[in-house]
C-alpha cells in the first residue's frame, strides 16, 4: 500500500510519501512541502496548494490520502487556512477516486511514538528511525506529513475511508467530543 500523507497549511502544506513493506516496516517514497506566499490572496494561495498536491498525487499514484484532521483553535485564521488546505486533499482525491482517511494529531504521535503528547522532535526522531532515513526531513511539517503516512498504514481505520464511515478509535471519539463541545460553546 502507498499512502500520501499531508500536513495541512496554507503557507507550508507538508506531503509525504509512503510504502508498506513486509513485516510492519515502511520505506519513504518521497517527501516535500507545497508553500504559497503569504503576499497573495487567498484564492491564489489555495491555487497553488491544490495545484501541487495534484501534481503529488499524479506523480506518486497513493492508493490511500491521510490527511491530518483540523480541530478547532482558538487561532480563526490559522484553522481557517489549515481546513482550506485540508479540503483541498481531499477533493483532489475524490476526484482521482482514492479513499481518504482523517487522522488526529494525538492519534498520529500515539502511532509513531507510543505517546499522543509527543512534541514535534520526537515524532521527527520517530519518523527519521522508522523509515531509516540518513537525516531527519525538515522542516517539521514534512516529518508531520511521514508521520500521517505511517499513522495509516499501522492504524488504517481513520474517520473516513472509501467513503465509507468506520468505528472511530478512543482518540478519534474524544477527538469529536471536543469538536461538539467546541461548536456547542461557538
Known amino acids: ?26 520505506r519513504m517514497a518521497g517527501v516535500g512541502v507545497i508553500r504559497s506566499d503569504a503576499g497573495l490572496t487567498v484564492d491564489l494561495r489555495l491555487l497553488r496548494i491544490a495545484d501541487g498536491l495534484e501534481e503529488w498525487l499524479d506523480a506518486h499514484l ?3 490520502v491521510a490527511v ?3 480541530f478547532a483553535q482558538h487561532n480563526v485564521a490559522s484553522v481557517t487556512g489549515t481546513a482550506q488546505a485540508a479540503g483541498l486533499a481531499m477533493v483532489a482525491a475524490a476526484r482521482r477516486g482514492i479513499p ?3 487522522h488526529t494529531p ?8 507510543g ?5 514535534k522532535a520526537q515524532v521527527t526522531k520517530m519518523v527519521t528511525r522508522i523509515l531509516r532515513l540518513d537525516d531527519p526531513p525538515k522542516p517539521a511539517d514534512a516529518a508531520d506529513a511521514l508521520a500521517l503516512a505511517v499513522c495509516h498504514l499501522w ?3 481513520g474517520a473516513l475511508h472509501g ?20 461548536r456547542r460553546k461557538g
Do not use: F, I, N
Request: glycine share 10%; aromatic share 2%; hydrophobic share 45%.
Open 1 to 26: 500500500m502507498r499512502v500520501l500523507g499531508v500536513d495541512p497549511g496554507l503557507t507550508r502544506c507538508g506531503v509525504g510519501v509512503v510504502d508498506s513493506l513486509p513485516g510492519r516496516r515502511a
Open 62 to 64: 497513493p492508493d490511500v
Open 68 to 70: 491530518e484532521r483540523v
Open 100 to 102: 481518504v482517511a482523517l
Open 106 to 113: 494525538s492519534e498520529v504521535k500515539a502511532a509513531v511514538t
Open 115 to 119: 505517546s499522543g503528547r509527543a512534541d
Open 155 to 157: 492504524r488504517p481505520a
Open 163 to 182: 467513503g465509507e464511515r468506520h468505528e472511530l478509535t478512543s482518540a478519534q471519539r474524544a477527538w469529536a467530543a471536543a469538536e461538539a463541545a467546541a
